[in-house]
């Protein structure tokens, strides 16, 4: 069987980590995550340059990723994916590749993500960022949903009274 690469998409604390350890196990994967260089940035809320150290995590996981399902490993992209140009991108590469992919979404309402961010919080440890008001309003005012044709697995959870 071919190795695949899972690209994970949905807002901070939408559950995308969860998923990936489930797709990491399932799919005996090898999960990248954005997450644990950035978290290696002392603040993301306090430097312009900390979206341009992401973007060039992103692309050097993005290369290994290749590397690794040329190599017959399965992976799991947990990043995000927040914008449609960067899914669009990652797919022309992927597609340019000859690596096959699977777009996963996590449709997470505002209170569910709030309610996984306290609990992120709560637990806190060494790795595990803090996400505060300002961290959870910059992100929201930086996601693009997919639309349904930019994914192939929408993971929706119940919205309930926010």
């Known amino acids: ?3 695949r690469i899972e690209c994970l998409c ?3 604390c939408s559950g995308k980590s969860t998923l990936a350890r489930r797709l990491a196990r399932e799919e005996n994967a090898v999960i990248l995550s954005t997450d644990e260089f950035t978290r290696l940035w002392p603040d993301p809320l306090s430097s312009d340059r900390f979206d341009e150290f992401s973007r060039a995590v992103n692309a050097l996981l993005l290369r290994k990723a290749v590397e690794i399902a040329r190599a017959g490993a399965n992976v799991v992209l947990d990043w995000g ?3 449609q140009q960067n899914r669009r991108e990652v797919s022309e590469t992927l597609r340019g590749a000859g690596i096959p992919f699977r777009w996963w979404y996590l449709d997470t309402p505002i209170g569910q993500i709030r309610r996984n961010a306290e609990k992120r919080n709560a637990a806190g440890g060494a790795d595990v960022y803090f996400v505060d008001e300002g961290l959870l309003q910059k992100c929201l005012s930086r996601f693009e949903p997919p639309l349904p044709d930019e994914v192939d697995q929408w993971i929706s959870f119940s919205r309930e009274a926010e």
């Open 10 to 12: 949905g807002m901070i």
């Open 1 to 3: 069987m071919e190795a």
């Open 81 to 83: 994916f927040w914008s």
